[in-house]
Antibody, heavy 119, light 110 residues
Framework: EVQLVESGGGLVQPGGSLRLSCEASGFRIGDYWMHWVRQVPGKGLAWVSR????????NYADSVKGRFTVSRDNAKNTVYLQMTSLRVEDMAIYYC????????????WGQGTLVTVSS | QSVLTQPPSVSATPGQKVTISCSGSNSNIGNYHVSWYQHVPGTAPNLLIY???QRPSGIPDRFSASKSGTSATLDISGLQTGDEADYYC???????????FGGGTKLTVL
């Protein structure tokens, strides 16, 4: 069974940092692109970042470029999102998702982890 | 304001059919596939359609979709109260080098 479990969310002050983890089971993350998507409370879904199976390619939304870094540890079957210089507008539920079955689609999702940015 | 434009809300009664539109441009829908998601806030999004018109296994054929030019549509027939959710279209955008979501459409089943 495919499972994705996010962790690492919590309360952080503006300007602070946080690292989210997404542990996968039931498949090898090295075989898939992996995405991070967020939802600001009361707002719509927004794509954040993606990383290729071998880690050789990463892409970011303009809103997080230069502040967030996506990485993966295929040995641990885990994807990470390092978030720095956090802003109030980054406060959201962060989901990780597995690419597929089609290109740029995401058929498997975690339950999300809440990031609260507040002083 | 999203690059992909969806109506903020649609409504219909049980048993009816509803159509949700998603309008983009040549840098996204015009040259890339569209996916559609159903999302109940606080839960994991659910992939309904990939490859512009393909259903993953387990998605009932009440959900169908199509794409023409720079626009796409999601049709939901035989509406059920359990279909109440937010629906999003997505597509890759070559100008942004980013996956973009539409603003979402809230479906109310009256």
């Amino acid at each position: 069974e495919v499972q994705l479990v996010e962790s690492g969310g919590g309360l952080v002050q503006p300007g602070g940092s946080l690292r989210l983890s997404c542990e996968a089971s039931g498949f090898r993350i090295g075989d898939y692109w992996m995405h991070w998507v967020r939802q600001v409370p009361g707002k719509g879904l927004a794509w954040v970042s993606r990383i290729k199976g071998d880690g050789s390619v990463t892409n970011y939304a303009d809103s997080v470029k230069g502040r967030f870094t996506v990485s993966r540890d295929n040995a641990k079957n885990t994807v990470y999102l390092q978030m720095t210089s956090l802003r109030v507008e980054d406060m959201a539920i962060y989901y990780c998702a597995r690419d597929g079955p089609g290109p740029e689609s995401a058929g498997a999702w975690g339950q999300g982890t809440l990031v609260t940015v507040s002083s | 304001q999203s690059v992909l434009t969806q109506p903020p809300s649609v409504s219909a009664t049980p048993g009816q059919k509803v159509t949700i539109s998603c309008s983009g441009s040549n840098s996204n829908i015009g040259n890339y596939h569209v996916s559609w998601y159903q999302h109940v806030p606080g839960t994991a999004p659910n992939l309904l359609i990939y490859g512009s018109n393909q259903r993953p296994s387990g998605i009932p054929d009440r959900f169908s979709a199509s794409k023409s030019g720079t626009s796409a549509t999601l049709d939901i027939s035989g509406l059920q109260t359990g279909d109440e959710a937010d629906y999003y279209c997505t597509s890759w955008d070559s100008s942004l080098s980013a996956l973009i979501f539409g603003g979402g459409t809230k479906l109310t089943v009256l």
